[in-house]
């Protein structure tokens, strides 16, 4: 089979396709055909070991796994033994955040790490709705949204910005974002009440206020946005912030009246089961920017670390 490699930490240009042996389904796996999968921020994370952070998890001196990629949308066409929740020809998907080995024609996976997909929906937008929502799930759950509240999403346009959005339009909230000029219509679309084009505006700069402010691409930081909190305000940043402050600012939450909460992400069981449930009723519909194929993933990479892209870049195997 063909797969994406790399033996080493490095930059997207380092990648290379080869041919390896198609894995075979061990006690508990299933043998996945892969369809569609994305290139997404985490991926970056996993491809350049940066945050340096990452290396603790991955392997410190070079990534235990050599085939890229985190999630995973196709049809089951193998098992191992003592698999009991799949059948061969079944439609699924799945993201695991320290690689699925799922830049490739075939996967072998644990079947705990694997989801049925919707009916009525393809695979493109299967793989489409797992990183990024995965970690907005995470934002609205970690806080307790009530009815009229006012909230701020940085990065709408992102996989978890996107994503998010549609998620928080559930609690009759409302809702300010920010996005590029493009992008004004599309976030508009996806239920934003208002909305700051950051090529021509900063939000941090207003005389708005917050019960939340959830930053989707962690560009700003907790200081910038402190005043636009209100009284039990709550800003969350999908990155550790400047020397890992997000960090050690929600460990202070307890005295102050304004706080930081690091978003750790919850478990997939509970995560993909509540995105499911959002597809299947057509409140959730992820944005896809661009397709690429297997050979090309390496320009897939170097445009997801530019910081640009808008929603989820799929890779078509």
Do not use: W
């Not at 929906?121 to 709705?129: E, G, L, P, V």
């Not at 897939?300 to 870049?313: C, H, L, Q, S």
């Amino acid at each position: 089979m063909k797969a994406a490699i790399r033996r080493q930490y490095c930059a997207p240009n380092q990648i290379k396709i080869e041919s390896i042996e198609k894995p075979v389904p061990k006690e508990g796996e299933v043998l996945i055909k892969v369809i569609a999968t994305t290139v997404n921020r985490t991926d970056c994370a996993n491809l350049t070991a940066k945050p340096f952070l990452m290396r603790f998890v991955l392997g410190f001196f070079r990534p235990r796994k050599i085939i890229l990629g985190t999630d995973f949308a196709g049809e089951v066409i193998a098992k191992g033994k003592n698999v009991k929740s799949f059948e061969i020809g079944d439609n699924v998907f799945g993201f695991v955040d320290t690689g699925a080995e799922s830049q490739a024609e075939y996967l072998s996976i644990l079947e705990e790490n694997v989801f049925p997909i919707p009916e009525t929906i393809d695979y493109k937008n299967a793989a489409a709705s797992l990183e990024g929502a995965h970690y907005a799930y995470t934002f609205i759950h970690k806080v307790n949204i009530l009815k009229g509240q006012k909230l701020l999403i940085n990065g709408a346009t992102g996989a978890i910005g996107s994503a998010l959005l549609q998620f928080v339009r559930q609690y009759d909230v409302n809702i300010t974002a920010t996005c590029n000029t493009k992008n004004i219509a599309l976030i508009k679309s996806l239920g934003a009440d208002k909305i700051y084009d950051y090529t021509k505006e900063d939000f941090t700069t207003t005389n708005d206020t917050y019960d939340f402010i959830f930053d989707a691409v962690g560009k700003s930081t907790f200081g910038k946005c402190k005043p636009l909190l209100k009284e039990n305000g709550v800003y969350i940043s999908s990155e550790l912030g400047p020397y890992s402050q997000n960090v050690f600012y929600s460990l202070l939450a307890s005295i102050s009246n304004k706080k930081v909460i690091f978003p750790i992400p919850y478990n997939k069981d509970k995560t993909i089961p509540y995105i499911s449930n959002l597809l299947e009723h057509r409140k959730f519909k992820p944005v896809i920017d661009s397709e690429y194929s297997l050979q090309d993933i390496a320009k897939a990479y170097e445009y997801v670390i530019k910081g640009e892209k808008t929603g989820n870049v799929l890779i078509n195997i």
